[in-house]
């Protein structure tokens, strides 16, 4: 008699899941990843390292091919790392990028073609060691920039063309293309990215632009690119943010008042820190570092479930208000896939643990990711 009950149980068991799952439609089933929850509003994007494109991460690769459309390689296409040395190229990383975008069916986004930071020093000089002219600097950005985006057109789907012009106050940053070029160095940027690539997405990229004065400048910015015929398309706000700031009604004004310059909007480097911060400066100035003091990195051996619940209402208030300028919106990028992962251990104290996105350590989901799946839910009826 108990044997016959034993097998009777799963027996009925599995006929009623048979007929449930015979009932349900596809549409019944519930999206498999943040990608799907958001597909009627924008693309959802992550920054890749090596070891993720190259899947040597292997869970890694695999969260990026479930919850994620749209792919920027973290380092690997900037000046530096492609284009080390006078007539070097180091071509096989974005190359197995790109492999990696299209066996996934995942927008790209190349990164970044002008930028003062990981640029060599040999880019500005001639073989004398003296600064290059104007002209002779424009021959070198247009030799880079036609290169590296005709190498890949019609692959990249788009480009972070210049990176970083502004300095807090919303003025020029005087970097070497500035001082040498002038500020038309941006036109110039746009100009021969345009050449080498007819249909890619141009795009001007930067950080703290939630702050009012360095909002305005770029405005002031891309407005002088759009009068002077350049070619932009877009513009990325970083999104390196904290608990506390910027507040989400200037979150909310920078998309707004940049998507009035009729471009598309993006959040392009999203992340949120929890630790306490260094000093007042809150921007993503990789050049700035402060040294490490008592107090700043309290959760080593994990973050206290108070905290975690003040990221995962953080992302749930940010999500909200990008939902609600979904018609403005084109991408949400992550700057990378665990926190493990993330810049932010290193900015701007370096070996710190920091806890900054959806998936923590052991690739698992934290509250803050299902957050951001009840807010698509709620508001997209996902």
């Not at 390689?73 to 900037?78: G, R």
């Not at 927008?107 to 073989?127: A, C, K, Y």
């Not at 940010?318 to 251990?345: A, M, P, Y």
Request: with cysteine.
């Amino acid at each position: 008699m108990k044997l016959k009950t034993f097998c009777f149980l799963p027996a009925c068991f599995i006929l009623s899941l048979v007929l449930l799952l015979a009932s349900c439609s596809v549409g019944d089933y519930a999206p498999a990843g943040l990608k799907d929850y958001y597909e009627e509003a924008f693309m959802i994007g992550t920054a890749l390292n090596a070891n993720q494109f190259y899947e040597r991460d292997v869970n890694g690769s695999e969260l990026t091919k479930v919850h994620f459309n749209a792919i920027t390689p973290e380092n690997a296409s900037k000046w530096g790392p492609i284009h080390p040395l006078p007539g070097e190229y180091n071509f096989e990383p974005v190359d197995r990028f790109v492999e990696f975008g299209e066996e996934n069916g995942m927008f790209m986004i190349g990164h970044t073609l002008v930028w003062h930071s990981q640029t060599p020093g040999w880019v500005f000089r001639d073989e004398d060691g003296n600064f290059l002219d104007r002209d002779a600097l424009l021959e070198r950005m247009r030799d880079h920039i036609h290169t590296v985006v005709g190498r890949y057109r019609g692959r990249i789907h788009a480009w972070d063309v210049v990176n970083e012009a502004l300095n807090e106050d919303g003025t020029m940053r005087e970097t070497h293309w500035y001082n040498i070029i002038g500020q038309d160095y941006l036109l110039k940027a746009f100009e021969y990215a345009r050449e080498a690539d007819p249909d890619a997405g141009l795009y001007y990229n930067d950080y703290s632009l939630e702050n009012p004065a360095k909002r305005e400048g770029a405005i002031r910015l891309i407005s002088y690119l759009q009068e002077n015929g350049a070619p932009v398309t877009g513009i990325g706000t970083q999104g390196h943010w904290h608990l506390p700031h910027p507040s989400l009604s200037e979150i909310e004004k920078t998309i707004t008042e940049f998507a009035a310059l009729g471009i598309d909007v993006m959040i392009t480097e999203l992340d949120i820190c929890v630790l306490p911060e260094a000093w007042e400066y809150s921007g993503a100035d990789i050049s700035r570092v402060a040294e490490m003091r008592e107090g700043l990195d309290p959760y080593t051996e994990g973050l206290p479930d108070e905290v975690q619940q003040q990221l995962a209402e953080r992302y749930r208030d940010i999500f909200e208000i990008f939902l609600k300028h979904r018609d403005k919106i084109s991408r949400v990028t992550f700057w990378g896939v665990t926190d493990g992962d993330s810049w932010k251990n290193n900015f701007p104290v370096r070996g710190r643990t920091n806890y900054p996105l959806l998936f923590d350590r052991d690739w698992e989901t934290k509250p803050a990711y299902y957050s951001v799946v009840e807010v698509a839910e709620e508001m997209l009826g996902r």
